[in-house]
């Protein structure tokens, strides 16, 4: 039982490269979400989902995008790297719609840097 | 709005001194949680109050939920080494029935040995 695995762990890219961030979760939860961690700022609310094939906006939305095609699955993808996209991201699920606690379990995080 | 206050942003103590961190919201909190990340880590699930009034404790850490459920607190008797970390707290935000949480900017504490 591995919860939430985020990857890759670490990735390195080049201003205007794209790539996409995965998140896979073991614990049939309905509810994934995309946060992003910078220095001073906690943790801001990128994207969500709350069942397959549905997403929606966070608090910092702009330059992703998201997809859950599959309930286990949510990935976070930049079609456009920019260096204000340096952060570490992490995935986090909740069993909140299927009537459990709103408790968020957190992926290990995935750390992107942006030359 | 929805935002929530943390204070202090940093917090350094000698081992064995207390600690305690605030979380202060404008508005009146539906519920209020706990996470603990360590360095390098990931946010861990701590608590949650949901109660006016409401006071927790986990062996030395003690949480409070004020009576106008406003503002919250965690107090941390005779630090240790281990409870190095940043300390957030979350409230519900962003459609409350979708399970997303704000959370506060976090208080860092350090314990020097």
């Known amino acids: 039982n591995a919860g939430v695995t985020q990857t890759p762990k670490f990735r390195v890219l080049k201003t205007g490269q794209s790539m996409t961030l995965l998140c896979a979760q073991d614990m049939n939860h309905e509810y994934m979400y995309w946060y992003r961690q910078d220095p001073g700022m906690g943790l801001r609310l990128i994207h969500y989902?709350?069942?397959?094939?549905?997403?929606a906006k966070g608090e910092v939305p702009d330059g992703y995008n998201v997809s859950r095609l599959k309930k286990q699955n949510f990935l976070l993808g930049l079609e456009s790297a920019a260096p204000s996209q340096t952060s570490v991201y992490f995935c986090?699920?909740?069993?909140f719609g299927a009537g459990g606690a709103n408790v968020l379990t957190f992926g290990a995080g995935s750390r992107l840097t942006v030359l | 709005g929805q935002q929530v206050m943390q204070i202090p942003q940093y917090q350094h103590v000698q081992e064995g001194e207390d600690f305690t961190t605030y979380c202060n919201s404008s508005?009146?909190?539906?519920?209020i949680q706990w996470y603990k990340q360590r360095p390098g880590g990931h946010p861990v699930f701590l608590i949650q109050l949901v109660k006016s009034g409401e006071v927790k404790k986990q062996k030395r850490l003690t949480f409070q939920f004020g009576e106008a459920k406003k503002n919250s607190s965690l107090h941390i008797t005779a630090t240790q080494t281990t409870d190095v970390g940043t300390y957030f707290c979350?409230?519900?935000?962003?459609?409350?029935?979708?399970?997303?949480?704000?959370f506060g900017k976090g208080t860092k504490l350090s314990v020097k040995p």
């Open positions: 986090a699920t909740n069993s």
């Open positions: 989902s709350v069942g397959e094939g549905t997403t």
């Open positions: 508005t009146t909190l539906s519920n």
């Open positions: 979350a409230r519900e935000g962003y459609g409350g029935s979708q399970g997303n949480l704000i």
